[in-house]
């Protein structure tokens, strides 16, 4: 079983840039992919990004091509997001997902972290 723990939310002007952090707990952190995923008020959860358990293989929503970057630490048990060039619509509750099998279907994941607010003001 794995706890996830997301930090690293905040308000941030558009144009700026945010790195997020999802904290698990547990040995074996390293045999499962991560994802993130995010959701907007009034919206679903929607995919953002993903990556496989060693971090070779990383899989992006198209909004976030060439912005958002999704990298892991097997030696911290850390999942990250740097997210740069935010835009307002960016704008949404973050959270990270944790299985064995990568995926973008949310219904996938086993695991979920509480969620960090990410606020992108104009």
């Known amino acids: 079983q794995v706890q996830l723990v997301e930090s690293g939310g905040r308000l941030v002007q558009a144009g700026g840039s945010l790195r997020l952090s999802c904290a698990a707990s547990?040995?074996?952190?390293?045999?499962?992919?991560m994802a993130w995923f995010r959701q907007a008020p009034g919206k679903e959860r929607e995919f953002v990004a993903a990556i496989n358990w060693s971090g070779g293989f990383t899989y992006y929503a198209d909004f976030v091509k060439g912005r958002f970057t999704i990298s892991r630490d097997n030696a911290k048990n850390t999942l990250y997001l740097q997210m740069n060039s935010l835009k307002t619509e960016d704008t949404a509750v973050y959270y990270c997902?944790?299985?064995?099998?990568?995926?973008?279907?949310?219904?996938?994941?086993?695991?979920w972290g509480q969620g960090t607010q990410v606020t992108v003001s104009s």
């Open positions: 547990g040995r074996t952190f390293s045999s499962y992919s």
């Open positions: 997902a944790a299985d064995r099998t990568i995926a973008t279907m949310s219904r996938t994941y086993d695991y």
